[in-house]
T-cell receptor, first 112, second 113 residues
Framework: DAGITQSPRYKITETGRQVTLMCHQT?????MFWYRQDLGHGLRLIYY?????ITDKGEVPDGYVVSRSKTENFPLTLESATRSQTSVYFC???WGLGETQYFGPGTRLLVL | DQQVKQNSPSLSVQEGRISILNCDYT??????FLWYKKYPAEGPTFLIS?????DKNEDGRFTVFLNKSAKHLSLHIVPSQPGDSAVYFC????????????FGGGTRLMVKP
């Protein structure tokens, strides 16, 4: 399917476990982004990538790792999940500066 | 410190009336502003945007107004429809700093039939 997809859509894990959230886009957009949505904070940028093998920190990067070996994929890994990482995670992509960001449907993560 | 703020967490209006959603920002370097709409269990979708060189942009029932001196923007929806019920996020970017958006906390709009 064309567009931007995220998997899994829902995930329950335990404190200390490693979790990887997947993001895939079919538009060949250069830029990809990871946000988390928390009540009262809106969406906050975790990491972004300008192209394959180029990544950079956003506002709240601590506890997260990203990689981008292929243009279409941008996985987000929580190396040792904490309860404070319970959130809804959104992936987005766009062509570049000034272009609209298109969002995936989100992954709801619960860390027990 | 939040650079983009939406001070009203929720807003309720009657169908057919005007909905006005407000957004304030503190970073004077922001030069591009957007509104996104979000339904439950879905990702945000782009609604309308405005560049800092303009003070108004209109698209059908949606109009965004920008007051740079007050660092304030607003989204007007006229007439409001029940399908407009959603969470609306204001976002801003400084295109000289890169391709990143800073979001407000969101306002939940409820349009009553």
């Amino acid at each position: 399917d064309a567009g931007i997809t995220q998997s899994p859509r829902y995930k329950i894990t335990e404190t200390g476990r490693q979790v990887t959230l997947m993001c895939h886009q079919t538009w060949s957009h250069s830029y990809m982004f990871w946000y988390r949505q928390d009540l009262g904070h809106g969406l906050r940028l975790i990491y972004y990538s300008a192209a394959a093998d180029i990544t950079d920190k956003g506002e709240v990067p601590d506890g997260y790792v990203v990689s981008r070996s292929k243009t279409e994929n941008f996985p987000l890994t929580l190396e040792s999940a904490t309860r404070s990482q319970t959130s809804v995670y959104f992936c987005a992509s766009n062509w570049g500066l000034g272009e609209t960001q298109y969002f995936g449907p989100g992954t709801r993560l619960l860390v027990l | 410190d939040q650079q983009v703020k939406q001070n009203s967490p929720s807003l309720s209006v009657q169908e057919g009336r005007i909905s006005i959603l407000n957004c304030d920002y503190t970073n004077s370097m922001f030069d591009y502003f957007l509104w996104y709409k979000k339904y439950p269990a879905e990702g945000p979708t782009f609604l309308i945007s405005i560049s800092s060189i303009k003070d108004k942009n209109e698209d059908g029932r949606f109009t965004v107004f920008l007051n740079k001196s007050a660092k304030h923007l607003s989204l007007h929806i006229v007439p409001s429809q029940p399908g407009d019920s959603a969470v609306y996020f204001c976002a801003a970017s400084d295109n000289n700093a890169g391709n990143m958006l800073t979001f407000g906390g969101g306002t939940r709009l409820m349009v009553k039939p």
